[in-house]
């Protein structure tokens, strides 16, 4: 299970992935409209990801 942010970049979308330390404790947060997140059961270092918007293309870098 991973828990993740995105932000507005200038040209695309930035995105950062957190693991949970402990999964279960993560289990039915899907249900919820807004569910609850403890920062203290994420993982500090995170894999990183600038998805970048062009014009009849995709693609996306791994920022480390």
């Known amino acids: 299970m991973r828990k993740s942010w995105f932000s507005l970049a200038d040209t ?6 957190f ?6 404790a993560a289990l039915g947060c ?3 409209a807004t569910p ?8 500090s ?6 998805l970048v918007y062009e014009p009849h293309k995709f693609f996306g ?3 480390r």
């Not at 695309?12 to 992935?17: A, F, P, T």
């Not at 270092?45 to 600038?50: A, H, I």
């Open 12 to 17: 695309g979308v930035n995105l950062s992935v």
């Open 19 to 24: 693991p949970y330390l402990n999964a279960s």
């Open 30 to 32: 899907c249900d919820n």
């Open 36 to 43: 609850p997140v403890n920062l203290s059961n994420l993982v």
């Open 45 to 50: 270092t995170s894999c990183d990801l600038s």
């Open 61 to 63: 870098t791994i920022v």
